[in-house]
């Protein structure tokens, strides 16, 4: 929950913040739905994570990096790749886990989404994400 909210709702936005706490509205919140995904059939992925990423020769921008188009780009050529990858897993910029970009064409009855709730309806998951990232 905590590197989702961090990856989705703060990006870089806190990287300019005076030192600390980072206030973010209730009514941005309020636009954010969270979900529980229940894999239905096993996915296949290229791994992008640790020693596979210099396994694989990807240039670490493309997982690392701020601007987003060389990742796009290597996306866009995994996506075209004749094993027919369903998505990509790489490391998150945060350092703070693993991140999963699914190619949606080719994910198709692989996952559900067993649970949905407001992110403003979730205040023990929502509290313990702000502590975590030292949000106001």
Do not use: K, Y
């Not at 059939?41 to 990423?53: F, H, N, Q, T, W």
């Not at 198709?108 to 949000?135: F, I, K, N, T, Y």
Request: proline fraction near 5%.
């Amino acid at each position: 929950f905590t590197l989702c909210l961090q990856e989705t709702l703060l990006r870089d936005r806190a990287n300019a913040a005076l030192p600390g706490p980072f206030l973010v509205a209730e009514a941005e919140l309020a636009l954010w739905d969270w979900a529980v995904i229940e894999v239905i059939r096993p996915v296949r992925v290229v791994d992008l994570r640790g020693a596979a990423l210099a396994r694989s020769r990807v240039p670490t921008d493309v997982v690392g990096a701020a601007d987003h188009r060389l990742a796009r780009s290597w996306a866009a050529a995994l996506h075209r790749h004749p094993a027919d990858f369903d998505g990509i897993a790489f490391p998150s910029r945060f350092r703070t886990g693993d991140n999963l970009a699914l190619f949606q064409a080719r994910v198709g009855g692989a996952l559900r989404v067993a649970a949905r709730r407001r992110m403003l309806d979730s205040p023990v998951e929502l509290g313990q994400a702000c502590h975590a990232l030292d949000l106001g």
